[in-house]
């Protein structure tokens, strides 16, 4: 699997920013697309999920109402609108393409290797000033 992630950069607080990622190598309109965060010295968390016909989306509870994941499987590209951001919105952001529903939304964290979700890209950097 190839993953691009573009769209991150240096914002003011309040501002927005659109992610982007685009990715091959796998039936894109036919997977679950997540987007995670890590913030320096954290662990990597998910921020936002978005199923293979984009009817249904999860989101952590601290970005509801600012973020909104989308896809085009025309493109296979899934996008994430972040409005209104905060200092605390400050991570490296990655891609997750083709995750499964229940790994990106938290309800499974693997615990063997053998499970765990391998297929990253390098992220895109967001920092949120004040």
């Known amino acids: 699997v190839q993953v691009a992630e573009s769209g991150g950069g240096l914002v003011q607080a309040g501002g927005s920013l659109r992610l982007s990622c685009t990715a091959s190598?796998?039936?894109?309109?036919?997977?679950?697309m997540g987007w995670f965060r890590q913030a320096q010295g954290k662990d990597r968390e998910s921020v936002a999920c978005?199923?293979?016909?984009?009817?249904?989306?999860h989101y952590r509870d601290s970005v509801k109402g600012r973020f909104t994941i989308s896809r085009d499987n025309a493109k296979n590209t899934v996008y994430l609108q972040m409005n209104n951001l905060k200092p605390e919105d400050t991570a490296m952001y990655y891609c997750?393409?083709?995750?499964?529903?229940?790994?990106?939304?938290?309800?499974?964290?693997?615990?063997?290797?053998?499970?765990?979700?391998?297929?990253w890209g390098q992220g895109t950097q967001v920092t949120v000033s004040t």
């Open positions: 997750a393409p083709g995750i499964h529903w229940d790994k990106c939304t938290g309800v499974w964290v693997p615990e063997n290797e053998g499970d765990k979700f391998k297929d």
């Open positions: 190598g796998l039936k894109f309109a036919d997977r679950t």
């Open positions: 978005i199923s293979w016909g984009g009817t249904q989306t």
